[in-house]
């Protein structure tokens, strides 16, 4: 299996992110040969802006084309960091802890619908077979690299783009009994900003303007948007917060480990000075571990004879 390329994604309803790269999740198509082809797909005699403005909202993600194409354009951003163009490939994706069972088998057949590929992203040819694909919890994920520090038990916070998903890491392995996934994520505090702002002046603020000022603090926005996405933020960072306590967990001993792209906006915003609290704030770290977990999963298989 040495020549099988494990390529990593993290669907995001926000951003998609691989262990090197990190972009839009959203899909357009453009009907014409484009005139440029910066994070241009070309599938199937079709044109595809990948980045262009968020996807919205769905059920799942399996509901329209939208997350292959932003597959297609992972492999290849992927495979241009190996400086290859054709590569067997295995897909390690991730689910919502807590909608694992019901969306595995789903997502995998989304994602295998086709075995062969043929495409161009940016204009260079890919051929791709994909040999499988493996699926694996957000958020547990993100931690990989960090397990062999936490002690007897850490509950993990992932704050997403869509999801915040509670999991409590007992002796170092996922308590699925005490698993948690609540659907108000950053894109709801991204909303509640918007409808604050047409509230009160009568139009809102780009999202891509929000996400930089939870990211960087910085903004040129005039203050009195500023005052209302700091007021947004933290009422959405307490709720937050209270919902860890109606899961039982004391704030006060209980050692938590926020990850993912809302451990920055906990960091930058929260205001908790805390020895327990503790920040992953690589935006990567979940592509990152299904990328560490499909690797150990197919050693193993190949130590196993590929039993």
């Not at 995998?108 to 040999?131: A, G, M, R, T």
């Not at 009994?177 to 909303?191: E, K, P, V, W, Y």
């Not at 303007?209 to 959405?236: A, C, G, H």
Request: a neutral charge; hydrophobic letters at 35%.
């Amino acid at each position: 299996m040495k020549d099988v390329e494990i390529i990593a994604i993290d669907h995001g309803w926000s951003m998609c992110k691989t262990p090197n790269d990190i972009y839009i999740s959203g899909v357009s198509e453009i009907t014409t040969e484009p005139a440029y082809f910066d994070n241009v797909l070309e599938y199937k005699g079709r044109y595809y802006k990948v980045g262009s403005g968020r996807t919205e909202v769905k059920a799942t993600k399996v509901e329209t084309p939208d997350y292959y194409y932003l597959t297609l354009a992972g492999i290849a951003k992927e495979l241009k960091h190996r400086n290859k163009t054709d590569a067997k490939v295995i897909l390690s994706v991730g689910l919502p802890a807590s909608r694992y069972g019901d969306e595995k088998n789903d997502f995998i057949k989304y994602l295998k619908q086709n075995d062969e590929l043929y495409f161009k992203f940016e204009q260079v040819k890919y051929h791709v077979w994909i040999k499988d694909v493996y699926v694996y919890p957000q958020c547990y994920a993100a931690v990989m690299d960090q397990l062999k520090m936490f002690g007897p038990k850490v509950v993990v916070v992932d704050i997403g783009s869509w999801t915040i998903d509670i999991i409590p890491v007992i002796d170092k392995r996922p308590d699925e009994a005490g698993t948690d996934s609540i659907q108000q994520g950053i894109i709801t505090c991204m909303r509640n900003i918007n409808k604050e702002c047409v509230r009160q002046f009568g139009e809102g603020i780009d999202e891509e303007l929000i996400k930089e000022y939870m990211v960087t603090k910085k903004s040129m926005l005039p203050d009195k948007y500023i005052q209302v996405m700091n007021r947004e933020i933290k009422s959405f960072l307490t709720m937050v917060v209270n919902s860890l306590r109606e899961e039982k967990y004391s704030l006060k001993t209980t050692p938590f480990v926020f990850v993912g792209g809302g451990a920055v906006v906990m960091k930058n915003f929260g205001g908790f000075v805390q020895e327990n609290f503790s920040y992953n704030t690589d935006i990567c770290a979940n592509a990152k571990g299904f990328e560490y977990l499909a690797k150990y999963r197919l050693s193993m298989e190949v130590r196993n004879g590929g039993s």
